[in-house]
C-alpha cells in the first residue's frame, strides 16, 4: 500500500482523452515520468472501463511517455473493487483501514496498487493550454490550476 509520495512521477488530473494526450506529450517533451489522475471519486461519474480505455487510447497516441493511471475511488470500497477487477494499474482509495488493507492485497495480488490518499496535481480542467500548463507542472512544479 502506498501513500501519494512514491508515485512514478508527478499527477496531472485528466478529465478527458484531450487532457491525457495533453500530459503524455508533456510528459515525453520533458523527459518525465506522469501520473495520469482522474478526476476526485470519478468511480461514481465517469466509472473505471471509461478511464482505462481513455488512458489507453492516449498512450497509442503518444507512445514514448512513462505514465500511471491512477484512479479516484474515494472512500468507496465496492467502487474500488470495481476498479481493480476491470484491469486498472492504481488506485486511491481513501476508506478506513480495514477495508484499505483487505483492498491492498487484492491490488497486489493483481499486480495493481493503492494510494491511500489523492496526490497534489495539476488538474487540466478549464485550462486554456493543457499541454503547456502539464510541462510546466512536469518540470518545475508550478502551473495554474495545481492542487497542493
Known sequence: MSPSGDLPGPAITVHWLEHAEAALRAAASAGRAVT??????????????????????????????????????????GRA??????????????GPEPQRGRLAAIAAAGGARLVKRRPPA????DLEKPEEAALGWLRDGTAPGAER
Open 36 to 77: 495520469l489522475l482522474s478526476a476526485p471519486a470519478a468511480a461514481f461519474t465517469v466509472g473505471p472501463l471509461y478511464f482505462r480505455e481513455m488512458v489507453a487510447l492516449a498512450r497509442t497516441a503518444v507512445p514514448g511517455a512513462a505514465a500511471l493511471a491512477l484512479f479516484d475511488c474515494g472512500a468507496a470500497p
Open 81 to 94: 473493487l470495481e476498479a481493480l477487477h476491470s484491469g486498472l494499474e492504481a488506485i486511491v482509495f481513501e
Open 122 to 125: 495539476l488538474d487540466l480542467l
